[in-house]
């Protein structure tokens, strides 16, 4: 179900914007614009967008938190993750995480 949903909106993406495509971020898939990964589905089920440290997270109506992979390191700066209950916002958060990128 999540997977599907994150392949869905993966699958969508490489065929509307240019320089976006399949691909792996820690073994996990991904999608990247021109080789930069900017989103990819967690081994924990959750969507994971490539927003920037400096974004307003406040302005989101999701639930979303930083993600944080690592048992003895801290979370990775820029990136946010969030759960399946909140799939219907994966394809705007996509979205501005794809712009975030091309700048």
Known sequence: MELEEFES????????????SEGKMMNS???PYNS???AFFSHTNK????????YPMETLDVGIQEF?????K???NGWFEVAYRDCQKWGKLTLLALKRIQQ
């Open 9 to 20: 909106i993966r699958d969508y993406f490489c065929k509307a914007y240019k320089g976006v």
């Open 29 to 31: 898939p991904a999608i």
């Open 36 to 38: 930069e990964v900017f």
């Open 47 to 54: 969507m994971v967008f490539k927003l920037g440290k400096t």
């Open 68 to 72: 944080s992979p690592f048992k003895k």
């Open 74 to 76: 801290g979370p990775l």
